[in-house]
């Protein structure tokens, strides 16, 4: 399959084109969208604009624009009215046929309505790092007090048999 025809078919490409997600950010290098399928309320991606698989095959020019998407995207969740967001998304016409029950659990947590305590950022950079979209999407989640049991570790709890470590 050439870069071409990979573009063509890659579902975050045809966001980019406005086929489907409404932009909720977007710079000139690229947009971010809430995520139809939220872990929490707020969950946002920052998507290239271009076809790129890779945070490291990002130009200077996209590097560039990284931060600034990053604070815009925090800027409009934190701007969000989110139980409207997920209310409207259970109608979107083109998620009619896709589960919403993480947009319908979402809607019942009982820190929807606050702002968030904090952020965690990251991309599954690669298929082994559980990329299911090969196109570079970096997930801006929203994180709140209570919404885990015990948050220590963070990101390292992916491999949850070897997050923890003594701290001297």
């Given amino acids: 399959m050439t870069d071409s025809e990979s573009a063509q078919d890659c579902y975050f490409c045809r966001v980019i084109r406005g086929e489907t997600d409404p932009f909720m ?4 290098s690229f947009v971010g969208v809430f995520d139809t399928h939220p872990v929490n309320p707020g969950h946002a991606l920052l998507i290239p604009k271009r076809h790129v698989l890779s945070i ?9 624009d990284y931060f600034d998407a990053l604070r815009g995207v925090r800027r409009v969740i934190e701007a969000t009215d989110l139980r409207g967001l997920y209310q409207e998304m259970l109608g979107r016409d083109y998620l009619r046929d896709r589960p919403k029950d993480q ?6 947590l009982d820190f929807l309505a606050r702002r968030p305590d904090a952020y965690t950022v990251g991309n599954n950079d ?6 299911s979209i090969d196109h570079l999407h970096v ?20 491999i949850p048999e070897r997050a923890s470590y003594p701290r001297r």
């Fill in 25 to 28: 950010f977007e710079n000139a």
């Fill in 56 to 64: 490291f095959d990002l130009d200077d020019a996209e590097q560039a």
């Fill in 103 to 108: 947009i319908e659990t979402v809607l019942g």
């Fill in 126 to 131: 690669g298929r082994a790092a559980g990329r």
């Fill in 139 to 158: 997930i801006v989640l929203p994180r709140y007090h209570g919404d885990v049991e015990n948050p220590k570790g963070g990101i390292r709890n992916v």
